[in-house]
């Protein structure tokens, strides 16, 4: 099994942020976090801030380990400087083959050549996603689920190329940052949380579409129904809807089965910028909430 010293992260959005914090955090790596904007740089960092001071606040964490992760957490807009030195390389860009398979390229060339890389798409095909390196057996996804400093999970999944060394070592690293690792043995649409969440998501939708209930009354009957932390219109907008939206395409595209249609109200409210948390508004306003 390859031994990680260093981590890079790139994209410090909703996940990569929260990804970045685990490792520097709980694993104790170095992390380059790497962005392609100060300004998204600046939200990721203003971000793991804020969740350090609520486990603070907790005493989870003492002030000297707080101090101890940040400034294991280096931030660079410069791909080169971010991946030369990493072991392990964690893609956290947008959900877009093209875009994802850009920055892939850029990777290749300048990542050591033993070091891993590893996609946290919810979606798209590892085998595909692979296809743009080099190092196919040195690639696989490590999806982590939102927010990542909370969530246990971790699935694995292996492309059709992928080694058993770089399985082996992704899980293990899962484990060092308090992670519980699932190994999903085929590369499907979805893995296997988002094909049975999304549909589920998708029908939650049609619901409000049908005018079948107040939405406050959908996430009240699921939240005390099943037992589920929130509704699934408030996990909507906590995912993010283009996200929803993005991964739901892949299963219609790839699994051909029109029960994967999405809703038409999910395009519109994409159309109309009502993104869910992250852009203020979803099903909920956001504005001026944590
Ligand atoms: N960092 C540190 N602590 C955090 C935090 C963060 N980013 N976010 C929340 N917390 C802490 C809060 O401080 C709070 O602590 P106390 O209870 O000690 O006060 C605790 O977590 C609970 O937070 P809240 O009271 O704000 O809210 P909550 O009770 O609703 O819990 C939650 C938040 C843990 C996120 C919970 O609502 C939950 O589990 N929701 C479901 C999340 C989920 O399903 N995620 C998967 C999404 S699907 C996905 O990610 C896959 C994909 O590909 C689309």
């Known amino acids: 099994m390859m031994e990680v010293k260093k981590v890079a992260v790139l994209g410090a959005g909703l996940m990569g942020h929260g990804i970045a914090q685990v490792a520097a955090q709980v694993a104790k790596y170095e992390v380059n976090l790497r962005d392609v904007k ?22 989870e964490l003492s002030e000297k380990e707080v101090n101890e992760t940040l400034s294991r957490i280096h931030l660079t807009m410069d791909l080169r400087e971010a991946v030369a030195d990493a072991d392990l390389i964690i893609e956290a860009v947008p959900e877009n083959v093209e875009l994802k398979k850009s920055v892939y390229f850029e990777v290749d060339k300048f990542a050591k050549e033993g070091a891993i890389i590893a996609s946290n798409t919810s979606s798209i095909s590892i085998t595909e996603l692979a296809s743009a390196l080099h ?68 029908e939650a939708i049609y619901l409000v579409w049908e005018g079948v209930a107040d939405q406050e009354d959908i996430d ?32 219609q595209r790839e699994l051909g089965d029109p029960k994967y249609r999405p809703c038409p109200l999910l395009r519109q409210m994409i159309r109309a910028g009502l993104l869910g948390r992250k852009t203020g508004k979803g099903f909920y306003d956001w504005t001026g909430k944590k």
């Not at 100060?38 to 005493?59: A, C, P, T, V």
């Not at 009957?221 to 699934?232: H, K, S, T, V």
């Open 38 to 59: 100060q300004e998204f740089l600046d939200n990721g960092i203003k971000m793991i801030k804020d969740s350090l001071q609520r486990f603070l606040k907790k005493g």
């Open 220 to 251: 009240k009957a699921i939240r005390l129904g099943l037992n589920w932390p929130m509704g699934p219109l408030t996990l909507l907008d906590y995912v993010g809807l283009d996200t929803a939206l993005a991964v739901t395409e892949v299963f």
């Open 135 to 202: 190092r196919p057996e040195k690639f696989c996804g490590m999806h982590f689920f939102n927010p990542p400093q909370l969530m246990k999970l971790i699935e694995i999944i292996r492309g059709v190329k992928t080694s058993d060394e770089t399985v082996n070592t992704i899980v293990d690293i899962s484990k060092k940052m308090g992670k519980e690792p699932v190994i999903v043995k085929k590369d499907v649409p979805g893995f296997i949380v988002n094909r049975v969440l999304i549909p589920a998501l998708n």
